[in-house]
């Protein structure tokens, strides 16, 4: 759980130029201000954590040609949980699973996307990469449900000892 959290702060780390340039419709000014405001602050906790918790450019390096089919077979895999989603029988269940698979999608889109990866990169408006509001939603909400997972695994821990 913890490599999930660190792989979608650094993704929203590497994403917030982006985020910040962006406007968000909710059918009303005032809470598209709210939520401009709530993604602003967002980032800024986000800023704050040390980069060197994660670096994707360590992620599939080696022959070039292996490290591509590495990533293919790991794109694959992935698209697969998240078929199997679909056969969740329960409709909360599929939705909450459906959000998490899309959110760390999205983390891994942004990862991979920009001029660079590494550490210092980020990803902006300017070029060719775009998020759609679903991908933002599911990983916003996605980094939520961990970091809350991981705040209640702090407290029973804390119960525990």
């Not at 598209?32 to 994707?56: C, G, Q």
């Not at 909450?96 to 760390?104: C, I, P, S, Y």
Request: glycine residues 6%; hydrophobic residues 40%.
């Amino acid at each position: 759980m913890l490599l999930l959290f660190v792989v979608e702060l650094r993704a929203l780390a590497k994403a917030a130029p982006y985020l910040e340039q962006g406007n968000y419709f909710t059918g009303s000014q005032e809470e598209d201000s709210d939520v401009k405001k709530a993604v602003s602050s967002l980032l800024k906790v986000v800023e704050s954590f040390p980069d060197e918790h994660f670096d994707e450019s360590r992620l599939f390096q080696g022959d070039q040609n292996q490290a591509q089919n590495l990533k293919k077979e790991f794109r694959s895999h992935f698209l697969n949980i998240s078929r199997i989603m679909d056969c969740v029988g329960c409709d909360k269940c599929r939705l909450w699973g459906k959000l998490q698979v899309q959110g760390m999608g999205t983390a891994l889109k942004i990862l991979f996307s920009g001029d660079t990866i590494g550490p210092k990169s980020t990803v902006s408006r300017k070029g060719k990469f775009n998020l759609k509001r679903t991908e933002i939603v599911s990983l916003i909400n996605a980094f939520a449900r961990l970091s809350e997972s991981i705040k209640e695994i702090d407290l029973f821990r804390k119960m525990v000892r």
